[in-house]
């Protein structure tokens, strides 16, 4: 490793190469903390010449690496495992191009969510995908893992808006995918490597479909006695033939910490609260919200409070952007699932909730994308009590289970990462399993690019490595 | 053949004709399975054989791609049908490949509900087709394009294993986002039996405002100022674009869809601009019908039709460029989405015009296509054009998924 170090830091800098075991222990674990492992060496190169340099360097040493943008992964997708080189795209933040008149911006991977939307506001255009993390996240993870966020019910994931990705191939070539044309002939492997966790190569640039801001927006709040009231609002907004721009839903536990933490006047004995944002045109707006109250009184509805202003719709969003800091109000720690049912489950889903919850005695709030069925259930534990954590895993195992039994899916924006490797045949078949190891194998013949995530084969024998991953249980 | 009849049974075999042709090569035979696993032992049959296969709908789009290299069997839908659940209250479809693209509007627009892809011909349109073909019309501007509606599929691989990917809810990564790769793929991967769309909820008005221009230049500086109205579709017709105007000059259609509030504003809206920038504008009631007639220009009678991809601020010279050229053209344009149709009415400018239009394209990365042209012109041309810089990998894909070359060979990009 010393050697290969100085190799490192040849091509990217002295500055670019972390080694130091104190300084390593920063990069042990992504936004997924059950699993934790430390990488040997982490380098950061400043371009994308520099990421094909160092992949080149590896190759021709057959080294495997695990990218990594800002470390918000919620799956374990940047977890080194296996894998001694982990490459940072962090300091490769520049905004190369905006091209207002086609709505379009090329970016380099560690470029933040955030800053995409501040380059080109004064346009009137913003980036529609906006993960909770987008203050600190990088479009490069973004792209890696498909991200969603609460504004996607209308305006779709990542995927939707990637244009064209530069991708460094495990070799170390750079090949574009895709380009700001939005067609050209030829298998879309584009769609396949965005939300393919890094497995296929590094994303070095990206060209993203911008799209206009919304001209006026409508936020409410809508307070129901229980999530089965709640949840037949969210059906029967939808069926009134109305798509949100956000349709979130908070249960009791998540208002009350929200409440605790912020006192913004939420009701902490309600069984659920909705928010929902409509936007658009100002003149189909309000028509829109009259229909969205009525399902809610039709649904029983308790309470709506309509935003008045800026302000108030801030405030509103405050308490579902930060809900999930409030949550360490509740306890020591926390492990966010994500996973996702048909729309019209999510009354199933949370009573299976419940169910887990009270079969492991663990406490799970829930705070999730009601419009497109994504919960997010949160469950609240204490590292430190060994049996608390394996009831943790054993109920997400659970919800995971009964996502899928009810026609869902393991995971709607988080990623398969690690975390979930092993439940994939829940999901898929032999035959299914076999043509994503086939394609993977296209773009990285010898298995460098993040080894051990995704696709279960791989899991067998990282299992027995389990004591050295698992240090944090 | 034998093997065939057994699988499908003697009077869903039978031997294939000119009227089966795929760009003048005839198969031997053509095969109607009822169900997926016909498909899948179909396959199995054809590949133990050696045989090459091409799916097929209604066929309406199979002039789109390359003449095949091979072609002893066709792999014919139509059996597969069904409507296999639509779930109003999720906004989701699961369909089969055979279903015409008419009877699933029909079952969707119960629910007030629609797919909102809109290629020519819909009532001879068959889902895979759609898939297959990457199929789409004016509203793939604001409501996006098949890979952006499709959520899973289920396709018989060479081997003829069922493959699925994706799933039937509207937000799911996990896996390798399968239904992406066989979108537009002309089937060189596998042959789709089954898609899952989600769904939007069918705007109650649609209507359009003509704004008449002086040149394809001066339209396309319109669309510019026109697509920040947030319009649903946005239409540029060359002159002579449109059969019965504008005549000598251009057009810029503006499409509006929604609530009869929002529609109406739109409708003033553009009408503004168009007073604004001194242009003459007309008010369009039927809206959905003027958008059915565009949409059907990709498969109106013509020499060729050629599609050409570029950034949408370039359509408006392209345009003009292509007249300046000369000969009988006509152009239409989903102006927004930098998609521009040229249907060439004569064959003898078309190779012509490829060579010359092409390259400058190619360079800013966008393409020309020859979307339509007959066996005998196709023959003299590069269908696709340079399949760009991923290619190798696109060869990989295809040797991973289909190493013996059984589903469609030379169809696509590369003569994959």
Known sequence: ????????????????????????????????????????????????????????????????????????????????????????????????????????????????????????????????????????????????????????????VTTNHVLGVELALPSGELVALGSAVEE???????????????????????????????????????????????????????????????????????????????????????????????????????????????????????????????????????????????????????????????????????????????????????VFHAGDGNIHPILLYDERDRDEVRRVLAAGREILEACVALGGSLTGEHGIGVEKMALMPLLFSPDDLLVMTRLRAVFDPEGRANPHKILPDARVCVETRAPRRQAAM | VTDLAAIVGVSHVTPGGSADAVDGRVPSWVVHPGNAAEVQSCVRAAGAEGLALVARGRGTHLAIGAPPTRLDLVVALDRL??????????????????????????????????????????????????????????????????????????????????????????????????????????????????????????????????????????????????????????????????????????AVVVGAAGIAEEVADAQARAVDLARASGLGALAVDDGAALRARFAAFATEPAAAVLRAAMLPTEVGAFVASVHRTGGPVRCLAHAASGVVRIAVQAAEPVAGLVARLRPPLEECGGSLVVERAPPALKAVLDVWGGPGPAFPLMRGVKQALDPAGLFAPGRFVGGL
Not at chain 1, 209 to 225: G, H, K, S, W, Y
Not at chain 1, 323 to 334: K, S
């Open chain 1, 1 to 156: 490793v010393p050697a290969l170090a100085s190799r490192l830091r040849s091509l990217v800098g002295a500055d670019g190469v972390v080694d130091r075991p104190e300084s390593l222990l920063v990069y042990e674990c992504d936004g997924y903390t059950l699993e934790r492992a430390v990488p040997e060496v982490v380098v950061l190169p400043r371009s994308p010449a520099e990421v094909s340099a160092v992949l080149r360097l590896l190759a021709s040493e057959r080294i495997a690496f695990v990218p990594r943008g800002a470390g918000t992964g919620l799956s374990g997708g940047t977890l080194p495992v296996e894998a001694p080189v982990m490459i940072c795209t962090s300091r490769m933040q520049a905004i190369e191009a905006i091209d207002v008149a086609n709505r379009r911006i090329v970016v380099q991977a560690g470029v933040v969510n955030q800053w995409v939307t501040n380059a080109v506001r004064a346009h009137g255009l913003r980036y529609a995908p906006d993960p909770s993390s987008q203050p600190a996240c990088t479009i490069g993870g973004n792209v890696a893992e498909n991200s969603g966020g609460p504004h996607t019910l209308k305006e779709g």
């Open chain 2, 81 to 250: 049908s069904r409507v296999v659940c639509h779930e109003a209250a999720d906004m989701t479809v699961t369909v089969e490949a055979g279903c015409p693209l008419d009877a699933l509007a029909e079952v969707l627009a119960r629910a007030g509900q629609w797919l909102p892809l809109d290629p020519p011909r819909p009532h001879a349109t068959t889902v895979g087709g759609l898939v297959a073909a990457d199929l789409s019309g004016p509203l793939r501007f604001s409501q996006g394009r098949v890979r952006d509606l499709l959520i899973g599929i289920r396709t018989v691989g060479a081997d003829g294993a069922l493959v699925s990917g994706g799933g039937r809810v509207v937000k799911n990564v996990a896996g390798y986002d399968l239904p992406k790769l066989h979108v537009g793929a002309l089937g060189t991967l596998g042959i789709v039996v089954e898609a899952t769309f989600k769904l939007r909820p069918r705007p109650p008005w649609e209507r359009a405002v003509v704004i008449a221009c002086r040149s394809a230049e001066a339209a396309g500086e319109a669309a510019l100022l026109a697509g920040d109205l947030g319009p649903a579709w946005l239409e540029l017709a060359g002159p002579g674009g449109l059969p019965e105007g504008p005549g000598e000059g251009a």
């Open chain 1, 184 to 366: 050209r002939p030829g298998y879309d492997l584009l769609g396949l490597v965005v939300g393919a966790e890094g497995t296929l190569g590094i994303v070095t640039r990206a060209t993203l479909r911008l799209v206009r801001a919304p001209e006026a927006q409508r936020t409410l709040l809508a307070v129901f006695e229980s999530v089965d009231a709640a949840s037949a609002a969210v059906s029967g907004i939808i069926a009134a033939g109305v798509i949100p721009a956000a349709l979130e839903m908070m249960d009791r536990l998540i208002v009350q910490a929200v409440e605790a933490a912020f006192r913004i006047g939420l009701p902490t004995d309600a069984g659920a609260v909705l928010l929902v944002e409509l936007d658009g045109r100002a003149v189909g707006l309000d028509p829109e919200v009259e229909r969205v109250v009525a399902v809610c009184r039709a649904s029983g509805v308790r309470e709506v409070r309509v935003a008045r202003d800026e302000l108030e719709r801030a405030a509103l969003w405050k308490c579902r952007k930060r809900a999930f800091g409030a949550v360490g109000r509740l306890a020591p720690n926390y492990c966010t699932q994500d996973g996702v049912v048909p729309r019209t489950r999510v009354p199933d889903i949370l009573r299976a909730i419940a169910a887990a919850a009270e079969r492991h005695r663990l406490r799970i709030a829930n």
